[in-house]
């Protein structure tokens, strides 16, 4: 530990600009593709009548089990299917995926067609992780 302290010292400015770098990249992250909601404010949201969960895992993983009532349109299929998802526009679309790692470019997309996105924290796997139910 005092090893740290004091490369910390000596060397001020690196950890001062790698510190912002950091926090940059968060932000960046963050803004990117909506916010992340945890599965119990997905529920609150859906349950509410306010949201669609829109799945875009591959139409034979959605088929393993996916969340009640959510809309799959595969993220490489989004772009050319947007327009499913107009009668939904008065609704927050959340983003789901088996782990998170196609959710920040797919709400991005959507973000861009003008809907209101967020994502689903962990996806499918976080989902499933908590003990909440998927149907066939």
Not at 19 to 34: K, S
Not at 42 to 54: D, M, R, S, W
Not at 100 to 126: C, D, N, P, Y
Request: proline content about 2%; charged content about 25%.
């Amino acid at each position: 530990m005092s090893h740290l302290i004091e490369f910390i010292a000596n060397h001020y400015i690196l950890c001062t600009l790698f510190v912002a770098l950091v926090i940059l990249i968060v932000m960046h992250e963050m803004g990117r593709g909506g916010k992340s909601l945890s599965p119990r404010e997905l529920t609150q949201l859906v349950n509410q009548g306010t949201a669609l969960v829109v799945d875009v895992r591959a139409k034979k993983d959605f088929d393993t089990g996916h969340i009640v009532d959510a809309l799959n349109i595969p993220y490489e299929k989004l772009e050319t299917r947007l327009t499913e998802l107009e009668k939904y526009r008065d609704k927050t679309l959340i983003v789901a995926d088996a782990m998170g790692q196609h959710a920040g470019a797919a709400s991005l997309i959507l973000k861009k067609a003008g809907f209101e996105v967020a994502r689903l924290s962990g996806g499918i796997v976080g989902w499933r992780g908590d003990n909440l139910p998927v149907v066939k």
